[in-house]
């Protein structure tokens, strides 16, 4: 085992990882054999026995149109520790718009990625973000002009314009709510509201805000208090709730109803106009070439070092979108790091890619069929997915 000490802001820390030092990028290799014959798995079988499709530009890899407009690669080749099994699939964007998906259609919620293509019409769909145990989204996202989920670090982020222009850059969330002349910094969007905080609740939360009685809530209509309440407030279809606690409680004490309200969402530059947002990260490529960001991103081990079964979504140099899904952790894939993840992305042509969730969560459906075996040996529940949906 080896080490490294390193630290995190907002509060400053100190942290000691503990890791094998075999957890490190390894170069690619063919292995002596040529055993490349790949199937499509159904879900908890393995790439394995006759291939699917026909042979591709690249050793290794199975190509098969599941229609026009979207194409599937079975990718599998060995290294250094083992057997690698990816699965990516690209789609046109004159035929086919991403669009991101919440689990049961609100927060916090999870549900199986092939649950969220199907209730949202999608031909595919992948897994996204980071997300708490009760569905909470972790990352700066937005969805239908409306922030669902936000982060204290500054992280990378995938959106698409309302143009279709596809951007990957980092994202921070900065909001201010101003009431009674009084301004708070905003903690959090569709989470659970922790001391001392304001957390703002709106109708992608679900119905109500759920919360203790610990705190103190103000309904929002039209710019203006419309209601003072306790806890687990009625979420207005055409508003929002101020959820606040502790010190914060007592900055806001002397709000009435009837006072206007300002709310201001910053996400720094060049995130004005979008269709969507999804934040996770690291970045793994930009502008054709490897660019792993995890250290500056400050993502903690379980994610930055090692093997691990890896999601991602990305543009191709010709502008198609890319799913992409590596397994890990089994016998027939052992998985990879973020830096031989972003490699295999740029052997298959991405322009730019964003790392999402991985580990469990790795889920890659089409057609209603997962197409990887996820290393819960089951579908994990997550907190939401990018969906492919026929024009």
């Not at 149109?65 to 990816?86: F, Q």
């Not at 830096?339 to 740029?346: P, S």
């Not at 052997?347 to 089409?366: E, R, T």
């Amino acid at each position: 085992l080896t080490y490294q000490v390193r630290t995190l802001k907002n509060p400053t820390r100190i942290f000691v990882d503990v890791v094998p030092d075999t957890a490190v990028s390894m170069p690619s290799r063919k292995p002596a054999s040529s055993k490349t014959t790949t199937s499509k798995p159904s879900l908890g079988k393995p790439a394995s026995g006759n291939a699917s499709g026909m042979p591709g530009a690249i050793d290794g890899d199975y190509v098969q149109e599941i229609a026009p407009g979207l194409t599937e690669h079975t990718y599998v080749y060995w290294d250094d520790y083992g057997k690698i099994s990816a699965w990516l699939l690209e789609a046109d964007p004159a035929r086919y718009r991403l669009v991101p998906a919440l689990a049961k259609g609100r927060i916090p919620g999870r549900e199986a990625v092939s649950g969220i293509v199907a209730r949202a019409g999608g031909v595919a769909g992948i897994n996204a973000s980071y997300f708490a145990p009760a569905g909470d989204i972790l990352g700066v996202t937005q969805m239908n002009g409306q922030t669902v989920g936000t982060t204290y670090y500054t992280r990378s982020a995938f959106g698409l314009r309302k143009d279709g222009t596809p951007v990957f850059d980092k994202i921070s969330y900065d909001g201010t709510v101003t009431m009674g002349g009084v301004s708070v910094s905003v903690a959090g969007v569709d989470c659970e509201r922790g001391a001392d905080s304001l957390v703002i609740y709106n109708r992608a939360y679900g119905a109500s805000t759920g919360t203790n009685e610990y705190g103190r809530e103000y309904v929002v209509r039209g710019g203006r208090v419309t209601d003072i309440r306790q806890n687990d407030s009625p979420i207005p279809a055409d508003g929002v709730v101020l959820s606040v606690h502790g010190t914060v409680a007592d900055e806001l004490a002397g709000v009435q109803v009837g006072d206007p309200v300002s709310i201001e969402e910053n996400l720094g530059g060049g995130w004005q106009g979008m269709d969507f947002i999804i934040g996770c990260g690291p970045r793994l490529v930009a502008n054709g070439r490897v660019n792993v960001t995890v250290d500056e991103e400050d993502f903690p081990a379980d994610i930055r070092i090692g093997r691990a079964p890896r999601s991602a979504v990305g543009i191709t140099k010709d502008g198609r979108y890319l799913l992409a899904v590596v397994d890990g952790r089994q016998s027939h894939s052992v998985g990879l790091t973020l830096t031989d993840w972003a490699r295999l992305l740029v052997k298959f042509g991405a322009q730019d890619a964003l790392n999402l969730d991985g580990g469990g969560s790795s889920d890659l459906v089409v057609n209603g069929e997962v197409q990887n075996s996820p290393s819960d040996g089951q579908e994990r529940l997550v907190g939401d997915a990018l969906v492919l949906v026929a024009k």
